[in-house]
């Protein structure tokens, strides 16, 4: 950053690091062990899918790489917002394959040119009660926040809290609680 950048108040973009996402099998095991939170073997991957022959043969490739491995098939879906959704799933449950394909997601994306349509990733989890949080790992921040949804549009705050302090020292968590943004509906979750 320059002299003119920071008089400006100007910052440089936080390059994510797509590698973060590989953290997460190991902050599987304190969920699990201190929260009884477990794996669902689903995750998703959001973005802003672009209009156009180059984009259609990226996700063409995407989907042909990720349904090579026999497991289930990968799914396309689009939310109210005008994101589209690559949802992965496991079964049985193998949170470090749903994290591999995530990755390989991401990073296939980014290599043909449309990382800044990328908006996030999500991993789910479960306790036996059936409550369910998502880790979310912001493309743009290079950092994770939980979401925790508890009904019709409603959150459970204080569990979005307990996992955070339970993971700030595994995952770049988002120091910034405004952009912990809700992802409603969200495939895979």
């Known amino acids: 950053m320059g002299f003119l950048d920071a008089v400006l108040g100007r910052r440089k973009a936080v390059r994510p690091d797509l590698d973060a996402l590989f953290a997460l099998p190991n902050a599987a095991i304190s969920l699990q062990a201190a929260m009884d939170l477990a794996p669902t073997g689903r995750g998703s991957v959001a ?3 672009p209009e156009g022959r180059a984009f259609a043969d990226v996700e063409s490739e995407i989907r ?5 491995d026999g497991g289930p098939p990968v799914e396309l879906a689009s939310d109210d917002f005008g994101f589209t959704w690559l ?5 049985p449950v193998d949170l470090p394959a749903v994290v591999t394909d995530l990755h390989a997601v991401n990073t296939s994306l980014v ?3 449309f990382g800044p349509q990328l908006l996030c990733s ?3 989890f479960q306790d036996p009660a059936g409550h369910e949080v998502a880790l979310v790992y912001l493309y743009k921040r290079g950092t994770f926040y939980p979401f925790a949804p508890s009904g019709a549009e409603q959150r459970d705050n204080v569990l979005e809290l307990k996992v955070r302090d339970l993971l700030e020292n595994e995952l770049p968590l988002e120091p910034d609680l405004s952009r912990w943004f809700a992802i409603w509906g969200a495939p895979g979750l």
């Open 87 to 91: 949802v992965v799933r496991t079964e």
């Open 111 to 113: 290599e043909a040119g």
């Open 122 to 124: 999500q991993a789910s």
């Open 47 to 49: 973005f802003r899918a």
């Open 64 to 68: 042909a790489l990720l349904d090579a």
